[in-house]
């Protein structure tokens, strides 16, 4: 842990944060297709799998209150898992897989969640400062630009507010760092990554002005997730900021 809380790690060998160097592997119009695949059987296939990471993304929003965007809210699928005093805001690239959000809205009666939009992760369209808390589960690895759709949650993001985010992080070495290289060209086409390391996230929040990162917690399964939180700096958040910056520190 770094002075102010940072958490800090060992630059990888060839690791970059160029624009250019970002893959060129995943695109808005392949992300869009596969996840209007997903659709219809997203839940199923992936609710029980993503549960513990979802349960802590909210818990940790819960912490922070006051307005929430959701990035790539999907079928909806969390909503009903937050604070009824949370005022809630959800979009995602994919139209099918919204409206399964908005029947899910409909069936729960959530009057908290105020909108549901099809919006590109790279292009919030708010206002700066609109947000106490972004949430963004399972979406990072998702999008053409992860480190542009992150510019945009730190923009859209008040003082004090944080970033939750639940995301894979690649394996460093080892068998399963070969399994995921093997494994990329078929997960392209199901509209994700599987090669992405952890020195992505940390680069970002170094390079970012008023940018913490305060956390990083394994999840299930097998760890191949990570719940990672940064908090953006301001008066109102610094006292929270220096206590979960110890907490995770220890």
Not at 115 to 140: G, H, K, N
Request: with cysteine.
């Amino acid at each position: 842990m770094a002075k102010g809380g940072k958490i800090k790690s060992k630059p990888m060998e060839g690791s970059s944060m160029s624009s250019t160097l970002l893959e060129s592997d995943l695109d808005t119009q392949t992300i869009t297709k596969a996840y209007a695949r997903w659709a219809p059987v997203y839940d199923l296939v992936f609710g029980a799998v993503f549960e513990r990471g979802r349960h802590a993304a909210v818990a940790a929003a819960a912490r922070v209150g006051g307005r929430l965007l959701e990035v790539g809210v999907g079928t909806g699928i969390s909503l009903p898992l937050y604070s009824r005093d949370l005022k809630i805001c959800g979009i995602d690239i994919s139209e099918p897989m919204l409206r399964k959000a908005h029947e899910r809205v409909a069936e729960f009666g959530l009057s908290n969640v105020e909108e549901l939009r099809v919006m590109d992760a790279e292009r919030l369209e708010f206002p700066d400062a609109s947000f106490d808390v972004i949430v963004a589960q399972y979406v990072i690895t998702t999008v053409p630009n992860p480190e542009g759709a992150l510019d945009e949650f730190a923009r859209v993001l008040k003082p004090g507010g944080e970033i939750i985010l639940v995301s894979r992080v690649g394996a460093e070495a080892g068998l399963r760092r070969s399994l995921e290289h093997w494994f990329q060209p078929a997960a392209r086409k199901l509209g994700w990554r599987t090669e992405f390391a952890f020195e992505r996230y940390a680069q970002w929040a170094s390079r970012t002005a008023g940018i913490t990162l305060v956390e990083r917690r394994a999840m299930p399964p097998f760890g191949h997730f990570s719940l990672i939180r940064f908090a953006k700096d301001g008066a109102a958040g610094a006292e929270r900021q220096t206590d979960q910056a110890m907490r995770a520190a220890g």
